[in-house]
């Protein structure tokens, strides 16, 4: 469970890094931690990673009915 919850953390915050990365602002901490790359991790990034994406999406036709 532990690296579940390190991967949808990892997966949310993974935007933001990933911007600073290409500015080259904060190269210190990684995307993604390969350290913990397992089975629970990828799915809790991907969900992490995804949410933002989903969220406006689920937005724009929620404003579209009013």
């Known amino acids: ?3 579940f919850l390190w ?3 990892n997966g949310v915050t993974a935007w933001p890094l990933l911007i600073s990365h290409i500015f080259d602002w904060w190269e210190r901490y990684p995307v993604y931690n390969l350290g913990r790359d397992g089975g629970w ?10 949410s933002p994406l989903l969220g406006m999406l689920g937005g724009n036709k929620a ?3 009013d």
């Open 63 to 65: 404003a579209q009915r």
């Open 7 to 9: 991967g949808l953390w």
């Open 41 to 50: 991790y990828q799915f809790g990034f991907l969900l992490g990673a995804g």
């Open 1 to 3: 469970m532990e690296d």
